[in-house]
């Protein structure tokens, strides 16, 4: 068996740039067991591109990952020089309950073909790694505790409305409070209005998925819709080229290569083969029109929305090289020195609007005050640690690099923690001359406490939230979908809903639209259309059923076709072609910022939460809002370089957060959660894919299936509306 094979029969993960780092070694120079040993003494079980690396340099294949054969170098961001502090979280969480390897210890390496006889990953599939049960923490938290809810009941309605807490044992009834939930969430300790997280919710939910459910699709019609042209107005700027192998193995489909600018090729346009001949559906005959006389109130009020930041908008300059024939390394240092000379500037600029901030200086002046005198430096965090009696941060700006001490004794000296390596940090305090800064203050960039009052809007207008859809996995919870497209269509149980839904005028989708192809070892067993042309298509051939006067915003995620590095400028046309033809669609880039009637909305797909839970302590995948209440303190959405998440070399930083928008769209990690963080509204919008294998083996639970509705006007949770019974035994 190959690698990724022999490693996932031992419940081992590679990641694919590790894969490339590691395959042409494998039982050639290293065992399974050997990597599988390796692993485990890192506490962990997915070998990424770091394990990887350490483990060639420790084999003695290679000493650096410069001295990697150039064709194995991947685009990944190598593994980070800055010195890990001892708080970071260990990856080991889960080693207790890890297949036990202690007989390798005893015996020494096992031979890979005795590892390999195990049994295959389909039979093992029950006995996945788990650690607690996060499934409470993730369906517990999306809910107020406080709010006093307005009941009523829903026996037959497809979906089930919520954003209050269900009271104990209303098993049959759903509850709601949504002025409630919406304007006076319950306040925590940082003085500003904070969701409280309800345990009772979750059980609610899962409560009522079990009831019996009606079948009223008989008020959708369906019939087949004539295929289209699809439209040509996008230019796509991004010409990565994937593997040509790759897609000569479909069989008697002849790809046709699309050259880019500079006759790259950027993509392979499969032939026209009839829906008839293929094993899967890509929706084709799902018609679902609006219910005749569902009256529409979003139709007569106007659209009024704007992009207020679209990364493809932005002009890059290339960078500056001395010569054409200037080495690529170069040209690359230069790119990611601009890129941070980037970072530092803007953050600079919102660290300086802070008035606590008093008296900035460049590092390379600390020589010239007086020992007495209180000044404040604001630069690069490079590194951090911890000593005996505190902390210690490296720290540079354009002028030079600083050594930062803070005593422990100091209360500041918690916020050490929630800086995370590469963000930009104000330090007040003295110099000692000994090119050692002694800090009694720390500013992290946040958000301004006071609330950003808008004018009032003359109609209520609400916008849903999703994410993560992954059309295309086995795991995607098509009928609840479908269900979801039936509502919006005007097929509801209630006059609540009815509201609802007659002023839903936008629909914000934030990445990973369909599951794509290739993204992680062992997807292509879980994917129900194994084509990333089809999955477009069926995606195009859902989304066209979302009433046309609600405009929709689709932005990419990395399950999609688009750049894997941030920021992803969109979609690349010809892979996702089917979307741009969508009438009411359109394409933003990750991150993105829509100003809805005047209330800014920051989108992004989310992936900078995976470095906040790695790097922040006490973070969770399952708390989403709280990892992403962490960026917005440090206003920037991925901080850190050559962690997880890598981060294109563009010579301006687009992911600094600049202006604190007044609501805060994530998705990624497939959990609805939200809080208020300073007036601002982070919301994680969940998924509508069921556990995958692989989640399951990292143990990921995810919530499918539940729309939050957002009133436009306060940018805050009008409700929760929850397909998920649609979504069992996906
Ligand atoms: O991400 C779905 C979830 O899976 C999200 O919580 C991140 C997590 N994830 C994705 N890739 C990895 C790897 N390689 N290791 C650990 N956890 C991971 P999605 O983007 O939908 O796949
Ligand atoms: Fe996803
Ligand atoms: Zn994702």
């Known amino acids: 068996m190959g690698l990724v094979e022999d490693l996932l029969a031992n419940k081992y993960l590679i990641t694919p740039p590790a894969y490339y780092l590691l395959a042409d070694y494998y039982k050639e120079a290293f065992t399974l067991a050997e990597l599988i040993k390796f692993a485990k003494s890192r506490g962990t079980f997915v070998i990424d591109s770091t394990i990887a690396n350490d483990f060639l340099r420790e084999k003695g294949i290679f000493s650096s990952p410069l001295e990697a054969p150039p064709e194995k170098v991947t685009l990944e961001p190598g593994p980070s020089e800055e010195v890990k502090s001892s708080e970071t979280p260990s990856p080991a969480e889960n080693s207790s309950e890890m297949v036990d390897l202690s007989e390798m210890s005893d015996h020494g390496a096992v031979p890979a073909e005795n590892v390999a006889e195990t049994p295959a990953p389909e039979s093992q599939s029950q006995t996945f790694i788990s650690t607690g049960e996060p499934s409470e923490m993730a369906v517990e938290s999306a809910s107020p505790r406080e709010s006093k809810p307005e009941k009523f009941t829903f026996s037959e309605g497809k979906s089930f409305v919520s954003t209050g807490t269900p009271g104990v044992g209303e098993d049959r009834e759903v509850s709601t409070s949504m002025e409630e939930a919406a304007q006076n969430p319950p306040e925590d300790g940082s003085g500003e209005v904070l969701p409280v997280e309800s345990r009772a919710s979750g059980e609610v939910l899962a409560a009522d998925a079990s009831e019996p459910v009606t079948d009223d699709s008989s008020d959708t019609s369906v019939e087949s819709l004539p295929n289209g042209d699809y439209s040509n107005g996008y230019s796509n700027g991004n010409g990565y080229a994937d593997s040509e192998e790759y897609y000569e193995e479909n069989g008697d489909v002849k790809p046709k290569i699309v050259y880019g600018d500079y006759g790259v090729p950027i993509a392979y346009v499969e032939e026209e083969v009839p829906e008839g001949e293929k094993s899967y559906s890509t929706y084709s005959d799902l018609v679902i029109t609006p219910k005749e006389g569902f009256h529409y109130r979003a139709k007569e009020i106007p659209d009024d929305w704007e992009m207020v930041f679209d990364v493809k908008n932005v002009k890059f300059e290339a960078p500056k090289v001395k010569n054409a024939a200037s080495k690529e390394g170069e040209i690359i240092i230069k790119a990611y020195t601009d890129y941070f000379k980037s970072r530092l500037k803007k953050m600079r600029r919102i660290l300086r609007e802070n008035p606590e901030l008093g008296s900035v200086i460049d590092i390379g002046k600390l020589g010239y005050i007086g020992r007495d005198e209180e000044v404040t430096i604001i630069g690069l965090v490079n590194s951090k640690r911890e000593t005996a009696k505190g902390y210690m941060f490296e720290v540079e700006d354009s002028t030079g690099i600083i050594k930062v001490f803070i005593n422990r004794n100091n209360e500041e000296s918690k916020k050490f923690f929630q800086i995370m390596p590469d963000s930009v940090i104000g330090f007040r305090g003295h110099y000692s001359g000994r090119n050692i800064f002694f800090a009694n203050k720390i500013f992290l960039p946040d958000v301004p406490k006071y609330k950003r009052e808008k004018p009032p809007l003359e109609e209520k207008v609400y916008a849903v939230l999703l994410s993560d859809i992954h059309v295309g996995s086995n795991k995607f919870c098509e009928k609840a979908f479908e269900n979801f497209l039936e509502w919006l269509n005007g097929e ?146 991925a901080p850190t370089f050559g962690e997880k998440v890598p981060i294109a070399p563009d010579p301006e930083d687009t992911l600094v957060i600049e202006s604190v928008p007044d609501l805060f769209q994530t998705g990624h990690v497939h959990v609805m959660e939200y809080k208020i963080y300073n007036g601002v509204f982070v919301i994680n919008a969940g998924t509508w894919q069921a556990q995958t294998e692989f989640q399951k083996m990292v143990n990921i639970v995810p919530t499918p299936a539940r729309v939050p509705i957002i009133d436009v006007e306060t940018a805050r949770l009008r409700a929760v509306v929850s397909f998920d019974r649609f979504c069992e035994g996906v």
Do not use: C
Request: net charge negative; glycine share 6%.
């Open 492 to 637: 509801v149980s209630n006059r609540k809903e009815e509201e609802l839904v007659s002023r839903i005028k936008y629909m914000i989708l934030a990445g990973d639209v369909v599951d794509g192809v290739g993204i992680y070892p062992g997807q292509y067993n879980e994917l129900e259309i194994p084509d990333i042309f089809d999955q477009y298509e069926a995606l195009y051939n859902l989304l066209r059923n979302v009433p046309d006067h609600i405009t929709m915003f689709i932005g990419p995620g990395n399950h999609d076709a688009a750049r894997t590095a941030l920021p992803q400028p969109g979609f690349y046309e010809e892979y996702a072609r089917p979307l741009f033809k969508l009438k009411n669609a359109v394409m933003i880039s990750n991150p993105a910022v829509v100003r809805l009637h005047g209330r800014d909305f920051l989108i992004f797909h989310g992936r900078g939460i995976e470095d906040v839970v790695n790097v922040i302590p006490n973070r969770s995948h399952h708390r989403p809002a709280e990892a992403s209440v962490d960026l917005l303190k440090l206003r920037h959405l």
